[in-house]
């Protein structure tokens, strides 16, 4: 969907900002772009929606160089969000929204409707909040309205810059587990620049970490954490590690470690046997296979809580403990880190 | 305050004539600041190389005094309202160009990143987003703009453009309080009027944003369209008279009555007289007669064959307790009676109106050319002080008496030149606040004395008998004392171009009032 390829940005009178990156985002994923600041991140979201101009490499979005295009036009395409939101000041919340519309000569009813849509799909109220004016939002709900207008065109591709760093911890977290399950149900294709990399890790498909302009390694989140390509992309999530690694493995991961070790799981699953929903019971919990290690862990109460893990389609799929999960991590981590020394 | 009242009414004509001119020459400059300015605050925001430049240019500008800019634009574009209007779009300029710089330099960058990431091109980002968020910080500099040009807009009368500022110079030359009040009053109340409204307009300028932005445009140019069109319009023959003859006793009244003159009126400065009458911005001019500039210029003098003015012979006026105290001084200072004829006194005059000399070196080198000491220059505490009008000749003849008395007596000299009017010298000199000036025995009889019909129509045109006249009266009244005349007359005198003068068959002011006659007939 995405595409680049050996771009270079050498702004007048200094080193590359942004050299030879190449990377491919595919339709539907999410792209992270981490770094330290200064590592060329933003200067290359910026390029592509022309924001900035590469200097060499060609960019291009659905199989087309996005040179073929004005800036103004292709930009009408892709949602974009940033860190200080951006809204209109003299705009009330529906005519920011309704900007990038406009610019593409909608019809009224049309911006109505998709008002209505894009406030329900970001949980603001529409009688309350259509008329406000940036002012009178908080930080959050700004923020929520940011997101809106930049989907109001309903672009296949979004670009987002530091969406949350101007958020305090606790509103931003909130924010970010709803938009993580707002971009499943979206499905756009995005670019996302964070120097967050929880953040990185809890919402993207794939990371570039770059540092002074190279990209030093493209991968999974866990990739980038147990394959390191060099030291500087071991040293840069070291300070996070058991964090991060506990973000990067899912319930999925565990399972399968204790199906190999003797501690198997109780009554493995499958289907006709009889482990319908009759056997969750009131209290147990339930839990994906795709759910990360960290976000099971953070929510337990007891160590001999009972887990039902549900599958990919939803369905019940084994049962286990708490204590039993955190030891099989303590493995998965053992394995982890003996392939690295391999 | 019923004074002040009672003027109004009596002049309500002029009154608003003058505050239509005030309003034509603060908007027709503000239209074009706003023209000229927002544009240019524009470009500064777009090519940052020249915002320095500019913003600086425009501060220096405005750091000019204002009589020195209308000063200024005299050479260059003569007087009346075009330099008028200039200057005051000249004034305007700084607090609209910085406050359209700043405003649109103040929008948030992040704002005006996502108008971009959007899609918006350079000029929907200018006229939606840049425009409409600066609009009041914009909108206050316009408001600062007014109020200056408002002020200043008074200071153009000086130039011979018009506004309240001719009560306020009228009133100041005659030292009356009550005219000044007149023009100063409107002007500071068009001022508050002004500052109040836009501050109002501003304060509502998110809900007013648009119906005000073309309101405001569609009044500037309206008020600039019909501003011009009233001041280039005409091409009618007009009168140059400066402030203090419109209301002297042996002034314009009096001349228009005596002649039958009937010609519109500008109102300007003495200085300025013989360059809008050479530059044909006036065709008639009251001036003196002594002034260097009539024969520089080839002005011609219309003869005053019905003796209108009374003669106007130079004489020290000197308090008499100065004369007391200094017995040797009344000696002194007759050393120069009879000695400077009016040729001369032309000659002198010429030589710094257009020769570029200063008035004490002319002075000196007079002095010296009759035989006089001239070596000392004391520059210590006064004791003795001389006054003068705003005139060349005054402040030659202050130079003159000077050296005089430095070179003649023990006495210290000082002066205190460049009072704008008789009125005020003269009260200077009953106050002892000067211990003498040069006056003219005609000024004497109709300005200091204001004597009634019956002693004037007995004076007549005898020079000797104004002189006595006003001697007496003026040391029984005043205790203030006339010396010998100087010897040369200084009178009024209705100049015109010595072509057009010819042309028109125009010798005495009987003529030009039945060419005048003549002309309004036709029209």
């Known amino acids: 969907m995405i595409e680049l390829q050996n771009v270079t940005k050498i702004y007048e009178g200094t080193t590359k900002a942004v050299d030879e990156i190449s990377f491919t985002v595919k339709e539907g994923k999410i792209f992270g772009l981490i770094g330290t600041s200064g590592c060329g991140k933003t200067t290359t979201l910026k390029m592509i929606n022309r924001l900035e101009e590469p200097t060499s490499g060609v960019i291009s979005i659905a199989g087309e160089s996005i040179l073929k295009q004005p800036p103004e036009q292709l930009r009408r395409n892709i949602g974009y969000v940033i860190q200080n939101v951006g809204l209109f000041p003299h705009y009330s919340v529906q005519e920011n929204i309704a900007i990038t519309p406009k610019l593409l000569d909608w019809k009224t009813e049309r911006i109505e409707e998709r008002n209505t849509e894009l406030l329900h799909m970001v949980g603001l109220d529409e009688q309350q909040y259509a008329n406000r004016k940036p002012a009178d939002l908080s930080g959050g709900q700004q923020q929520r309205v940011g997101l809106a207008r930049a989907m109001a065109a309903d672009p296949p591709v979004i670009l987002m810059d530091e969406p949350f760093g101007a958020l305090d911890p606790i509103t931003k977290e909130r924010i970010q587990l709803e938009f993580k399950q707002l971009l499943k149900e979206i499905k756009k294709t995005i670019v996302l620049v964070t120097h967050d990399v929880f953040e990185a890790f809890d919402l993207c498909d794939r990371i570039g970490l770059m540092d002074e302009g190279k990209m030093q390694q493209i991968g999974t989140p866990r990739e980038l954490l147990c394959e390191p390509a060099n030291n500087f992309v071991h040293s840069f999530f070291n300070n996070h590690r058991l964090q991060l690694e506990m973000m990067s493995v899912t319930v999925g991961d565990i399972l399968k470690v204790l199906n190999n070790e003797s501690d198997k799981v109780e009554s493995p699953p499958s289907k006709g046997e009889g482990f319908g929903d009759s056997r969750i019971k009131g209290d147990d919990r339930t839990v994906s296979v795709n759910d990360s290690f960290f976000s099971v862990f953070g929510d337990t109460h007891s160590e001999n809580e009972k887990c039902v893990v549900l599958n990919d389609d939803g369905e019940p799929f084994a049962t286990t403990t708490a204590d039993k999960l955190l030891k099989g991590f303590q493995t998965v981590r053992r394995n982890l880190k003996e392939g690295r020394n391999d | ?523």
């Not at chain 2, 425009?131 to 007014?146: D, E, K, N, S």
């Not at chain 2, 006026?317 to 009879?338: C, H, I, M, P």
């Not at chain 2, 009125?423 to 002892?432: C, P, R």
Request: aromatic content about 8%.
């Open chain 2, 1 to 523: 305050m019923t004074d002040l009242w009672n003027f109004f009414v009596a002049n309500r004509a002029e009154v608003l004539d003058q505050t239509t001119e005030h309003l034509g020459l603060t908007f027709a400059a503000l239209a074009i600041a706003v023209a000229v300015g927002l544009p240019l605050a524009i470009a500064c925001t777009r090519y940052r190389k020249i915002a320095g430049p500019t913003l600086g240019t425009v501060g220096v500008i405005q750091t000019i005094p204002s009589i020195a800019l209308l000063g200024f634009m005299i050479p260059l574009l003569g007087i009346g309202a075009i330099p008028a209007i200039v200057a005051l779009f000249l004034y305007a300029l700084l607090p609209i160009v910085r406050n359209t710089y700043a405003g649109i330099d103040e929008v948030e960058p992040a704002v005006v990143e996502a108008a971009r990431g959007m899609g918006m091109t350079d000029r929907h980002i200018l006229t939606k987003v840049e425009l409409p968020l600066a609009m009041p910080v914009i909108f206050a500099g316009i408001r600062t703009a007014t109020v200056i040009n408002v002020g200043v807009a008074t200071l153009c009368a000086l130039i011979g453009a018009g506004g309240l500022g001719e009560f306020i110079f009228r009133g100041i030359a005659l030292n009356n309080s009550i005219m000044i009040l007149a023009g100063a009053l409107p002007a500071a109340l068009l001022a508050i009027f002004f500052d109040n409204v836009l501050g109002l307009m501003e304060k509502n300028m998110q809900r007013l944003l648009k119906p005000l932005a073309w309101g405001f445009a569609a009044f500037l140019l309206t008020a600039g369209i019909w501003s011009a069109a009233s001041m280039f319009g005409s091409d009618t023959f007009r009168i140059g008279v400066p402030p203090e003859f419109l209301e002297r006793a042996d002034g314009y009244p009096g001349l228009e009555k005596t002649y039958n003159l009937d010609l519109p009126v500008v109102e300007m400065n003495a200085a300025l007289m013989y360059e809008a009458l050479k530059n044909e911005r006036v065709d008639v001019a009251v001036g003196y007669s002594t002034d260097g500039r009539i024969k520089a210029f080839d002005l011609k003098v219309l003869r005053d064959d019905r003796n209108y003015f009374p003669p106007y012979d130079a004489a020290p006026l000197v308090r008499a307790s100065t004369l007391e105290q200094n017995q040797n001084l009344r000696a002194v200072l007759n050393k120069l009676a009879g000695k400077i004829s009016t040729q001369q006194m032309i000659a002198l005059n010429n030589k710094v109106d257009y020769g570029g000399q200063q008035e004490a070196a002319v002075a000196e080198a007079f002095l010296d050319s009759l035989g006089f000491e001239t070596g000392i220059n004391r520059n210590g505490a006064p004791d003795i002080l001389i006054g003068g009008k705003l005139q060349t000749e005054q402040y030659i003849l202050g130079h003159l008496y000077r050296l005089l008395i430095e070179n003649y007596t023990a006495l210290d000299a000082e002066l205190r030149m460049g009072l704008a009017g008789t009125q005020i010298v003269f009260s200077a000199l009953k106050n002892g606040e000067v211990d003498l000036y040069p006056e003219y025995t005609g000024t004497g009889l109709h300005v200091l004395l204001e004597p009634d019909s019956a002693t004037v129509a007995r004076l007549g045109n005898d020079s000797r008998r104004v002189y006595n006249h006003v001697k007496q009266e003026l040391q029984q009244q005043y205790g203030l004392m006339w010396l010998q005349p100087i010897g040369f007359e200084n009178t009024y005198a209705l100049l015109m171009r010595r072509e057009q003068a010819e042309e028109l068959g125009v010798e005495t002011i009987s003529d030009l009032a039945k060419y005048l006659g003549m002309k309004n007939v036709e029209l």
